[in-house]
């Protein structure tokens, strides 16, 4: 359970003010099918992070020794100082009607998005901590979920209502702290 409840909270706290919950509230506002959104929310983070998380579990798997964690360890700490800088949204697509429906948009959109994306990274780290796929791609995609459902439904007033410098903060520290127990656990 703690690789589920770990996971949450890093990709919740990661997430807010991350480009993918622009990309949630630049959908809302466009196409008001808030239901569509969250659907295609979700099937594009489930089938990212799970990928994720295999590549990170695969990855130790195949480099499992004291210098794979020690690069991952690291990796953490990366994260943690990355999540301090913020997010924004390239313009450019916002006039261009959906092609595809909410739905196949949200989803392409959000799977494009997600690629090299902090969350995503942090997944394949966790796969990589936890050997644990299905646990970690349950827990990024729930964490993806606490942060986006909100900001569809919300739109851009979770802006003001949301911190965002304390929530990267916040993320930032339990990157921090993650690195810091990988550390531990490689002297110990």
């Known amino acids: 359970m703690n690789v589920i409840l770990a996971s949450t909270l890093l990709v919740a ?11 949630a509230i630049i959908l809302a ?7 569509q959104i969250i659907a ?6 489930i089938v990212n992070h799970a ?7 695969e990855i130790a798997g195949l480099l499992d020794g004291y210098w794979f964690r020690l690069a991952v360890a690291i990796g953490f700490l990366a994260m943690a100082a990355w999540t301090l800088v913020p997010d924004t949204m390239d313009d450019d697509a916002d006039d261009k009607p959906a092609r595809f429906g909410v739905f196949l ?13 902090k969350t995503q990274i942090a997944t394949v780290a966790l796969g990589a901590r936890y050997h644990a796929v299905s646990l970690v791609a349950i827990g990024t995609t729930l964490g993806m979920m606490i942060a986006n459902v909100p900001a569809v439904f919300l739109g851009d ?4 209502i949301v911190p965002l ?11 921090a702290i993650l690195g810091a127990l990988a550390i531990r656990d490689l002297l110990v």
């Open 13 to 23: 706290f990661a997430e807010i003010g991350d480009k993918t919950m622009l990309l």
């Open 157 to 160: 007033r979770i802006t003001r």
């Open 51 to 57: 990928l994720a998380a295999w590549a990170g579990a």
């Open 105 to 117: 948009t949200t989803t392409i959109a959000f799977f494009a998005a997600e690629m090299g994306d």
């Open 29 to 35: 506002a466009r196409f008001r099918a808030p239901w």
């Open 165 to 175: 410098k304390w929530m990267r903060i916040a993320a930032a520290l339990i990157f």
């Open 40 to 45: 295609g929310i979700f099937a594009a983070t």
